[in-house]
């Protein structure tokens, strides 16, 4: 299975950007239908951290920083997985990561940097 996240770049405070994880390779449209997927971020001198996930029924968990701003979402015939971000903050700078906890998949990551 492999994951690409896209979308990422540089963008001022208050502004908005939507990244996608698209999902390929072989047995990847099981383990992303039926699988809680999510995105990860991790800034500069941190630890990768939760921003948000969404199960096989849709259930969604956000990290508290980021309620009501940021809202993911998944298209499974598409096998994409979304993440649209509102209101952005500095804070909200890092790598932002794809994951597909069955079977613990990674992508490499999208750079998203958020300027005051």
């Known amino acids: 299975v492999q994951l690409v996240e896209s979308g990422g770049g540089l963008v001022q405070a208050g502004g908005s950007l939507r990244l996608s994880c698209v999902a390929s390779g072989s047995a990847s449209g099981i383990f992303f239908r039926l699988s809680t997927i999510g995105w990860y971020r991790q800034a500069p001198g941190k630890q990768r951290e939760l921003v948000a996930t969404i199960s096989d029924g849709d259930n969604t968990v956000y990290t508290d920083s980021v309620k009501g701003r940021f809202t993911i979402s998944r298209d499974n015939a598409k096998m994409t997985l979304y993440l649209q971000m509102n209101s952005l903050k500095p804070e909200d700078t890092g790598v932002y990561y794809c994951?597909?906890?069955?079977?613990?998949?990674w992508g490499q990551g999208t750079q998203v940097t958020v300027s005051s």
């Open positions: 994951n597909i906890q069955t079977g613990g998949y």
